[in-house]
């Protein structure tokens, strides 16, 4: 199956993706109304708009620096996810997103990286923790989230992965353990962009470490924003052999004319193998 992922909704209707999935609230803070023919996502705890707006939302680590987007290795502002007043009104957008379309995507789920959060109210909620690992209490706090996320979704819940598949890694960098919240997520979303896709041996690679690590079923998002059509073609025949489905992100039209082309080739007798 083919998805498409995007923020215009008369997209939503195009017959050549099986699903859709619309941004509901993304990175920049930027919030529209649910569709109630789409898989609506949430941008959870990247959100620039509120970090500029308030700082005491914004995650630091032990030398005070902030996880902003000023900040290197930042592309977008962080949320911290103990902040309870922001984490209640993000439960709150779900539950709304649910009440339009029953199935929901929880993206940009987790810690920013593995230094943070020490803002006070974590150093604390650590110390009165039951746990002596910061890395265990991370995830406590991630699993905690998604399960109330679970408890207000109806649907199908799926929640983006960030593309890094090597043991622990995930859990370590951000505090997504995907073992612990499978029993909550219906399906992983795991976006492995490029600019070209010129090569795929390494989307290959990424695919199949995530097919050996994951027991819940996941997609592989591609980037469709000005790629070639032929290269992108590829790419989505090396991620279909691997994942459950394969997604297109922010361009529906060069997606079309993509999936155009490779089913035309398909139906001519081309085929991938995987090693």
């Given at each position: 199956?083919?998805?498409?992922?995007?923020?215009?909704?008369?997209?939503?209707?195009?017959?050549?993706?099986?699903?859709?999935?619309?941004?509901?609230?993304?990175?920049?803070?930027?919030?529209?109304?649910?569709?109630?023919?789409?898989?609506?996502?949430?941008?959870?705890?990247?959100?620039?708009?509120?970090?500029?707006?308030?700082?005491?939302?914004?995650?630091?680590?032990?030398?005070?620096?902030?996880?902003?987007?000023?900040?290197?290795?930042?592309?977008?502002?962080?949320?911290?996810?103990?902040?309870?007043?922001?984490?209640?009104?993000?439960?709150?957008?779900?539950?709304?997103?649910?009440?339009?379309?029953?199935?929901?995507?929880?993206?940009?789920?987790?810690?920013?990286?593995?230094?943070?959060?020490?803002?006070?109210?974590?150093?604390?909620?650590?110390?009165?923790?039951?746990?002596?690992?910061?890395?265990?209490?991370?995830?406590?706090?991630?699993?905690?989230?998604?399960?109330?996320?679970?408890?207000?979704?109806?649907?199908?819940?799926?929640?983006?992965?960030?593309?890094?598949?090597?043991?622990?890694?995930?859990?370590e960098r951000t505090g997504v353990d995907p073992e612990a919240l499978d029993e909550y997520v219906d399906e992983y979303v795991v976006p492995i962009y490029d600019m070209a896709y010129s090569t795929t041996y390494w989307l290959e690679i990424l695919a199949q470490g995530f097919v050996d690590e994951l027991v819940t079923p996941f997609s592989i998002e591609l980037y469709a924003v000005d790629v070639d059509p032929d290269a992108l073609g590829k790419a989505t025949e090396v991620a279909g052999a691997?994942?459950?489905?394969?997604?297109?992100?922010?361009?529906?039209?060069?997606?079309?004319?993509?999936?155009?082309?490779?089913?035309?080739?398909?139906?001519?007798?081309?085929?991938?193998?995987?090693?």
């Amino acid at each position: 199956m083919y998805g498409v992922v995007t923020r215009n909704a008369p997209e939503l209707e195009w017959s050549e993706f099986d699903r859709a999935f619309f941004e509901a609230k993304d990175v920049s803070g930027r919030a529209a109304d649910p569709e109630p023919n789409a898989v609506n996502m949430v941008s959870c705890f990247a959100d620039n708009a509120a970090a500029r707006g308030n700082p005491s939302l914004v995650p630091v680590d032990d030398e005070g620096n902030r996880a902003t987007r000023e900040q290197p290795y930042f592309d977008w502002s962080f949320v911290c996810p103990t902040h309870p007043d922001y984490r209640e009104g993000l439960l709150e957008t779900i539950a709304d997103c649910a009440a339009v379309s029953p199935d929901v995507r929880l993206d940009d789920v987790g810690f920013p990286r593995p230094e943070y959060c020490r803002c006070d109210r974590c150093e604390r909620l650590f110390a009165e923790s039951s746990s002596d690992d910061r890395f265990d209490w991370r995830a406590s706090v991630i699993e905690s989230f998604v399960a109330e996320a679970r408890d207000r979704v109806p649907g199908r819940l799926y929640l983006t992965l960030y593309p890094n598949p090597y043991p622990g890694h995930l859990r370590e960098r951000t505090g997504v353990d995907p073992e612990a919240l499978d029993e909550y997520v219906d399906e992983y979303v795991v976006p492995i962009y490029d600019m070209a896709y010129s090569t795929t041996y390494w989307l290959e690679i990424l695919a199949q470490g995530f097919v050996d690590e994951l027991v819940t079923p996941f997609s592989i998002e591609l980037y469709a924003v000005d790629v070639d059509p032929d290269a992108l073609g590829k790419a989505t025949e090396v991620a279909g052999a691997y994942a459950k489905d394969v997604l297109f992100g922010y361009d529906a039209s060069n997606a079309r004319a993509t999936l155009r082309r490779f089913e035309a080739d398909a139906r001519e007798g081309k085929r991938f193998e995987p090693e």
